[in-house]
Every structure is written in structure tokens, then in C-alpha cells.
């Protein structure tokens, strides 16, 4: 397979303009969105399971750093702005800026870098071979939860061990499956793009 510089969307639009970058962005906002929505509580925990990592995981690696960022920063925009387009959570409502500077508004900060930090090196090629993709989605997860963990543990006035419960123990297997799957699943794009492009 030849390495390709620079993100899968620029890959495949090279030429992009000024409204199918907008496109792009309200795409992954509603992209976004919904794998939010797909939230199942955990008890004792005001941090749902979500597809939302995902959504960052993809959206990151995909998009580049600069439409990465720019998507992920619009969406919390949008969702501070009164869009209910967050994470359910026990807590707060899933909209409003109460959510950001909430118990949860770390993992949202979290994603944010993360998606800034996997659309660096997407745009430096680490997706497109599954012993570097791997490597750049956990650091991507690490950076979401460093920050999610953090925020909790002091908005919630609570000792590591309890923080560590509510807000890591009961992700650990989802986020393992999250990024084994993307990171198997991005080469393989990359390799039919890869033929189709040489062809």
C-alpha cells in the first residue's frame, strides 16, 4: 500500500472548498450527536457509557487536525448554546454550559484535545497502518479520560479510588473494543482508497 500524506478526507477530497468543509463540519456534528445519544447509565457513576468516544476517535482521525478540532469545538458550541445534542447524564442536562462546567465537562474538554491530538498524527499518517493506528487511538483515549478523570475528581470532591470507579473502571472493555475496531477498520480503508487512487 503507498502512504498517502495528509487525512483520509483530504485524500479522497483534495479540492475541497469552503462549503464542503461546512458540509463536513454539520456532518460530523450530527455524527456526533448521535453516537451521544446512544448513552446507558452506570450506577453510582454521573458518566453514561456513550458511543461519543467513538464519534471523536473517528471524526479525529478522518478529518485531520484543523476540520477535526474545528467540528468537535463547533459541537460544544452548539450543544452550550442550548443544542440537546450531549451525553445523557445523571447530573445535568445534556445541553447548556451548566454540562461544560459540570462534573462530566472534562471529557468533553478531553475529546476536544484528543480530537486536535489524532488528526495531528492522521495528517502525519499514523492511521494507515494498524501498528501505528493503535498506538495514536489509545493516546487519543488517554487524553479524553486524563481529562475526564481529573475534572471529576475535583468537581465531585472525591478520593482517587472512587474516581477512578465512577468515571474508568466501567469504560475500560467498550474503550478497548472502540479502539481496536477503528484501528483495524482505518487501514483497511486505506488500502481500498490506496488501490482505487493508484488504479
Same mark, same amino acid.
Request: charged residues 10%.
Given at each position: 500500500?503507498?502512504?498517502?500524506? #495528509? ?28 453516537? @451521544?445519544?446512544i ?15 467513538? @464519534?471523536?476517535? *473517528? ?6 487536525a ?12 452548539? #450543544? ?25 465537562? #472534562? ?6 484535545? =484528543? ?24 493516546? #487519543?483515549?488517554l ?10 475528581? =475535583? ?17 475500560? *472493555? ?8 477503528? @484501528? ?8 481500498k482508497?490506496?488501490?482505487? *487512487?493508484?488504479?
Amino acid at each position: 500500500m503507498s502512504m498517502h500524506s #495528509g487525512s483520509l478526507r483530504a485524500t479522497v477530497f483534495p479540492r475541497s472548498t469552503a462549503l464542503t468543509e461546512a458540509l463536513f463540519v454539520v456532518g460530523g456534528i450530527g455524527f456526533i450527536s448521535l453516537l @451521544a445519544q446512544i448513552a446507558i447509565p452506570v450506577p453510582g457513576s454521573p458518566v453514561p457509557v456513550t458511543g461519543q468516544t467513538l @464519534a471523536v476517535l *473517528l471524526i479525529g482521525t478522518t478529518y485531520g487536525a484543523r476540520l477535526g478540532f474545528i467540528t468537535f469545538a463547533t459541537y460544544i458550541l452548539a #450543544g452550550v448554546a442550548g443544542a440537546p445534542i450531549f451525553a445523557p447524564s445523571a447530573t445535568a442536562a445534556n445541553h447548556g454550559l451548566d454540562r461544560l462546567v459540570g462534573a462530566t465537562g #472534562g471529557y468533553l474538554v478531553g475529546m476536544l484535545i =484528543a480530537s486536535l491530538l489524532l488528526g495531528y498524527l492522521a495528517d502525519r499518517k499514523a492511521d494507515q497502518k494498524f501498528r501505528t493506528s493503535f498506538p495514536a487511538l489509545l493516546l #487519543g483515549d488517554l487524553v479524553i479520560f486524563t481529562f475526564g478523570l481529573a475534572w471529576l475528581h =475535583a468537581s465531585l470532591d472525591l478520593t482517587w479510588a472512587a474516581t477512578f470507579k465512577a468515571g474508568l473502571t466501567p469504560f475500560i *472493555l467498550g474503550e478497548a473494543l472502540k479502539i481496536a475496531i477503528t @484501528a483495524t477498520s482505518l487501514p483497511l480503508v486505506w488500502r481500498k482508497i490506496s488501490r482505487s *487512487l493508484n488504479r
